[in-house]
Nanobody
Framework: QVQVAEFGGGLVQPGGSLRLSCVAS??????????VSWYRQAPGKERELVAT????????NYADSAKGRFTISRDNAKNTVYLQMNSLKPEDTAVYYC?????????WGQGTQVTVSS
């Protein structure tokens, strides 16, 4: 059974940084064959895509709100994808979810809370 877990959320002051980790286990295929995305959902808002990295890691895409501040990367040897978040703003406050997908089959993690506040 595929399981996805996120780590690294917390409380940070505006302008600060956090690094989120997404770890996948129980995969039927090599982790390197999976695309991975980070989403977030703020209270009262719809879940939105933040960043995506392809299975080969050669292509990354970001929401406009994340460009220039967030970096998505992966370590296939550790079955892990990271989201480095810098220059955090109060509007980045949300639950951040990881989505691991191959072909049309994907698995969500349980989410990790990120709160940006002074």
């Amino acid at each position: 059974q595929v399981q996805v877990a996120e780590f690294g959320g917390g409380l940070v002051q505006p302008g600060g940084s956090l690094r989120l980790s997404c770890v996948a286990s129980g995969l039927p295929f090599s982790f390197s064959l999976y695309g991975v995305s980070w989403y977030r959902q703020a209270p009262g808002k719809e879940r939105e895509l933040v960043a995506t990295i392809t299975s080969a890691g050669s292509t990354t895409n970001y929401a406009d709100s994340a460009k220039g501040r967030f970096t998505i990367s992966r370590d296939n040897a550790k079955n892990t994808v990271y989201l480095q978040m810098n220059s955090l703003k109060p509007e980045d406050t949300a639950v951040y979810y990881c989505f691991v997908v191959r072909w049309s089959r994907g698995t969500w993690g349980q989410g990790t809370q990120v709160t940006v506040s002074s």
